[in-house]
């Protein structure tokens, strides 16, 4: 059992950047993928960029690459999404996710914060 809990959503100008954060306790951080899923209202959870256990492999939904970076620091148990030139459509509750394999689908992943709310004004 790993806990995650996400941080640092909030309201933001469209163009401007956030930088979330998710802290990982109890099981060891290092033995889990790690990724950023989306949610706006009214529609399915996205996929938004995933880290290998070690870091060394990212990958991104493509539509994203250019404005957004996943990071870990294992040693903190903590990841992170640096977010970039901020659009409307950005707009979704973020979540922290950890699993065993690293995949864009979230059925792959085992364990989910809670979520922070992120919201573009225009």
């Known amino acids: 059992q790993v806990q995650l809990v996400e941080s640092g959503g909030g309201l933001v100008q469209a163009g401007g950047s956030l930088r979330l954060s998710c802290a990982a306790s109890g099981s060891p951080f290092r033995n889990y993928v790690m990724a950023w899923f989306r949610q ?12 290998s ?5 990212t990958n991104y939904e493509d539509s994203l690459k250019a404005r957004f970076t996943i990071a870990r620091d294992n040693a903190e ?6 977010m970039n030139s901020l659009k409307p459509e950005d707009t979704a509750v973020y979540y922290c996710s950890a699993g065993l394999i ?16 992120v919201t573009v004004s225009s």
């Open 40 to 51: 706006a209202p009214g529609k399915e959870r996205e996929f938004v960029a995933s880290i």
């Open 53 to 57: 256990r070690s870091g060394a492999t």
């Open 77 to 82: 148990s903590t990841m992170l999404l640096q």
């Open 102 to 117: 690293q995949q864009s689908r979230a059925d792959a992943y085992d364990y989910w914060g809670q979520g922070t709310q």
